[in-house]
Each structure stands twice: as C-alpha cells, then as structure tokens.
C-alpha cells in the first residue's frame, strides 16, 4: 500500500483554475464515492478550500495518474492543464505535507488557523462516506495532534493574521476611518465571522450580513449590531456599501457587472472596495472593469499577507521542527504496524504446521503405535516443517548476495540462541 497526496494550491495555480478545480460541498459525496469506487484506491479523503484542492489516498500502487485522470474526468477539463499546476507527494512526503497543511505551514497567510476545521471536515466527511481505514486514521489523528502541539506551544497563532484580517487590512488603507464607513458582507460561513469581528474592533459604522439562510446571517449579526438579509435583498443593500467582503460556496457569482452599475448610480458614483475571498469566486471579474469600485480577488490579499508573514516565520520553523518529530513518529509506528502483521502471519502458519502433526500424530497413537516413537516423529517432522522454507530461502539469498537478509536472520538466530539458553 501507498500513501498518496495529490492536488493544486495557490502557489501552483492561479484562482482561474482553482475555481475549475474546487469540489463544492454539494459535489464532495458523489467525488468521495467516485475517488473510493477506483480500482487502486482503498481509502480517500478529500480537502477543497479556497486555496487547494487535495486528494489524500491509500492506493495499491504509486497511482498519481489515476488520480489525475479521475480528477480531469470530475471536471471535464484536459488533463494536460492539471499537468501543468499538479503536485504529488508518496508516503512520508505525504504524511509530512498534511501536517503542514494542518499547521497552517503550506497557507497562503502562514499559521492561520481556519485550515484545520476545514481539514477536519474533510476528515469527518471520509469517515461518514467510508472513504477512511486504518491507515488514513491513524494519519488523521497523529495530524491533530501535531497540529494541537504546534499550536499550543509555538506562538504561530499569537498575530490575528488571516485571509480575514488582510481583507480588512486592505480596506483600512482606503478608508482612514471606519466609522464613517459601511460594509456589507456576503455569506456566514468561518471566514466571514472573522471579517465580521475584525471591522468591528475597527469600529465600523454599520455592517449587513446577507445570506442564503436568513437563520444563519440574523446569528451572525446578533454578535455584531448589524443587520441581516437574504440574497435577495443585495441591490438595495449595495447602495449603501463603501465595502463589500464576500465569501460563500456559491457556484456561480453572486454579485454582477450590471448590479454594481446601479447601485453606483444610486451612490453618485461614490467608491466602493470590493474583496472577494471566494474560489469558485463570487464577484464577476468584470466589476472590476469600473471605474469607481477598488475589486481585490484572493490572490490581490498576498502583498498584505506577506507582511504579516514575517511575524510568524520563527515560530514556522519551531513548528517544521514539531512536524519532523510527529512524520518520525507516525512513520516508526506503522513499520511497527506492519512488523505486527508479518508477526501475525508467521504465527498463523506455525500454527497451521502445528495442528496438522498434531492431527497426524493422535492419528497415529489412535493406531496404537508406540506413543515414544509417535512424539519423536511429531518432533522430528514439526520442525523439518518450520525450518524448510526459511533454509531455503537463506540458501536463496547466498547465492545473491543478499548480506542484508543473511545479517538479518543471524541476528534473529542469536536472539533466540540467546533465549533459550535464560529460559534453560
């Protein structure tokens, strides 16, 4: 078995094809199922964010290229276009490219913490579908608990710095004083709370929070004094927006060129900054074309997070360090896994040689031969049995050259040369 992490991110392509890329919440049981149903795949979880989308699997054989066609397949999209932003990682690679992920290491704002909720999503959403076995659960949960460690003992979460904070970040550079300044924000989700909360520390005038649920956007205003709406209510409530942050799973942009056209009339043309952290995204590209609004996507938020990354770069690499210790130990427990299995097997087929002479020989003595020279036979014969393959694979490995399997069995020889002798 091989583990195997495909897939893209915001270092390897642009949000043009990340968006082609996402698998949508609505998406995730049927690609789950489909990943699973593979001929090579036996375990599979699945991580789709604004930034990446992954495939984490258990596979038979290496198998990237089944990944990519299934992947290529899910989105009717050439394969050569994912060829060219793909990446792979095989066993402990693998392993120590999820706990970074979950450490917030391989974000585009460095420790941020929103990564590990959405991977324990993706997570918990395996294990419903029966995508998860032994091997990804016992990966999942060395990954949470090195996540928790870095997290608790490095101090890569001390600086609010988040997707969120750079959206308002951003916008704390075009309007001086938030208090003069109204936002609307689009969607309820994680990272919307955390705009919701940075503008209001900012001390913004007045915040809407419109949504697809009612339910969910009125929650989100309670914690801020704002108001909430529902999608439908965008139009009018854009008439009023200085800024509009927006963030859903929508498939389809929310908010058009010909939307922001009349609310700028309405507005006298008055500027409107307008950060759409969604991927697929939720703003048309061409709003961007107007001349009154200031349209940022994700990708526009890296110069601001790249001043805040500096913040937490000594603190990254005391969590490199963290992370090298749990792939070591992750790694060290499945070879005692696997060693466990062997150890089964070889058990199992002493005992098959074992019951058979011993069939044999009560057999025998049910004959009534001599019970001294039954027991000798049974001695005799069990232990021709054990030792035969083992000698000639020994003489097999001679022949080869194989120093590595003859050191190997003289050293399991002494040890138990050794243990017979205390146990005299």
């Avoid at 999820?98 to 395996?126: F, N, T």
């Avoid at 969120?164 to 916008?171: D, E, G, I, N, R």
């Avoid at 697809?212 to 009018?236: F, N, S, Y």
């Avoid at 098959?352 to 019970?371: I, K, M, V, Y």
């Amino acid at each position: 078995m091989t583990l195997l992490a495909l897939g893209i991110n915001h270092r390897t392509a642009a949000i043009e094809m990340r968006e082609r890329v996402a698998i949508s919440p609505a998406q995730l049981e049927s690609a789950l199922v489909q990943l699973r149903g593979l001929p090579d795949v036996q375990e599979a979880a699945i991580l789709s964010t604004c930034n990446r989308t992954e495939l984490y699997c258990v596979t038979v054989a290496e198998g990237e290229r089944q990944l990519l066609d299934w992947l290529s397949g899910f989105h009717q999209m050439p394969i050569d276009e994912l060829l060219n932003c793909a990446y792979h990682y095989h066993e402990g690679e693998a392993a120590r490219h999820l706990m970074r992920v979950a450490a917030g290491l391989d974000s585009m704002v460095l420790g941020e913490p929103q990564i590990l909720g959405q991977l324990k999503d993706a997570y918990q959403m395996a294990r419903q579908h029966a995508g998860l076995g032994s091997e990804l659960e016992r990966l999942f949960q060395q990954t949470f608990s090195v996540a928790k460690q870095v997290r608790t003992e490095t101090s890569i979460g001390e600086n609010p710095v988040s997707v969120a904070y750079a959206a308002v970040s951003l916008a704390s550079r075009i309007f001086d004083d938030f208090s003069r300044a109204r936002a609307l924000l689009i969607g309820a989700g994680e990272t919307i709370e955390l705009v919701a909360q940075h503008l209001r520390e900012a001390g913004i005038m007045g915040l809407t929070v419109a949504n697809r649920t009612l339910a969910r956007a009125q929650a989100l205003a309670a914690t801020c004094d704002g108001r909430a709406i529902e999608l439908g209510g965008i139009p009018q409530a854009l008439e009023q927006a200085d800024i509009v942050i927006a963030s859903t799973a929508s498939d389809l942009p929310i908010l058009g060129k010909g939307m922001v056209e009349r609310a700028l009339k309405v507005r006298r043309h008055r500027p409107m900054l307008m950060v759409d952290i969604a991927v697929p995204r939720d703003i048309e590209p061409e709003v961007g074309n107007l001349d009154d609004v200031f349209l940022y996507s994700v990708d526009d938020l890296q110069q601001v997070i790249a001043e805040n990354r500096r913040h937490r770069e000594v603190a990254a690499r005391e969590a490199e360090a963290l992370i090298d210790s749990g792939v070591g130990q992750w790694q060290h427990e499945r070879r005692v896994r696997g060693a466990g299995d062997l150890i089964r097997r070889y058990r199992q087929h002493g005992e098959a040689l074992r019951q058979a002479s011993e069939a044999e020989a009560l057999a025998q003595l049910a004959r009534g031969e001599d019970p001294e020279a039954v027991i000798k036979r049974l001695s005799h014969q069990l232990a021709n049995k054990l030792m035969h393959v083992p000698t000639l694979r020994l003489r097999e490995a001679s022949g080869q050259s194989r120093q590595d399997i003859i050191q190997a069995a003289d050293s399991l020889l002494l040890e138990a040369s050794a243990t017979t002798q205390d146990s005299a």
